[in-house]
Nanobody
């Protein structure tokens, strides 16, 4: 069982930046950040492969957010720049705990470990 703990959320004005952290209790494979705003479905923000070399982004954050990982520290990061009010949501870290062939994907069901979430609030 993998435990994931997020941190780094908070309140910021539009145009500002935040960096999210996700610490895992052991090594994982594909990892991702998802977010969920009130009364909206959970959506993928960014995905990263086990090596950290292949990344994918949701359309609304491309060019503003950057996902990265440090496998030695078992930590996932999300650098968020040029934040907008519509980025306000609970952000969740997710990980695949078992190896799976193929490219990392955005299906929620693919991820079997989830963090408790960290709130990001952007005021305009």
């Amino acid at each position: 069982q993998v435990q994931l703990v997020e941190s780094g959320g908070g309140s910021v004005q539009a145009g500002g930046s935040l960096r999210l952290f996700c610490e895992a209790s052991r090594s994982t494979y594909c990892m991702a950040w998802f977010r969920q705003a009130p009364e909206k479905a959970r959506e993928v923000v960014a995905i990263i492969d086990p090596s950290g070399t292949d990344t994918q982004y949701g359309e609304s954050v491309t060019g503003r957010f950057a996902i990265s990982r440090d496998n030695a520290k078992k930590t996932l990061y999300l650098q968020m720049n040029s934040l907008k009010a519509e980025d306000t949501a609970m952000y969740y870290c997710a990980a695949e705990a078992t190896f799976r062939l193929g490219r990392c994907i955005s299906r929620l069901e693919s991820y079997d470990a989830w963090g408790q979430g960290t709130q990001v609030t952007v005021s305009s």
